[in-house]
């Protein structure tokens, strides 16, 4: 089991920046990736952007947020971070942390909300 804590969910305006925190905890020695995933009223959960937890660190990112996200990881303090920049009104949804483990079992955070006005 790996348990996830997320922080940084807001309240910002058109062009604004934030910072989402996820911090695992439990079977960490588990984890091929951990990334963050977003889900707007009513449409189905997206991928955000994901990271692996190997030396590489390869990163992905959906192409909707290319250039303005930035995924990185601290494998000391088990964490992920999302920093957004140049954030748009539709970015606004409930972001959820994820980890996949080694055999490819999926947990999530309680997700964090991301409004942004315009």
């Known amino acids: 089991q790996v348990q996830l804590v997320e922080s940084g969910g807001n309240l910002v305006q058109a062009g604004g920046s934030l910072r989402l925190d996820c911090i695992a905890s439990g079977s960490i020695f588990t984890i091929r990736t951990m990334g963050w995933y977003r889900q707007a009223p009513g449409k189905q959960r997206e991928l955000v952007a994901t990271?692996?937890?190997?030396?590489?660190?390869?990163?992905n990112y959906v192409d909707s947020v290319k250039g303005r996200f930035t995924i990185s990881r601290d494998t000391a303090k088990n964490g992920v971070y999302l920093q957004m920049n140049s954030l748009k009104p539709e970015d606004t949804a409930v972001y959820y942390c994820?980890?996949?483990?080694?055999?490819?079992?999926?947990?999530w955070g309680q997700g964090t909300q991301v409004s942004v006005s315009s």
């Open positions: 990271i692996t937890w190997d030396r590489d660190g390869s990163t």
């Open positions: 994820n980890v996949r483990n080694i055999i490819g079992r999926n947990f």
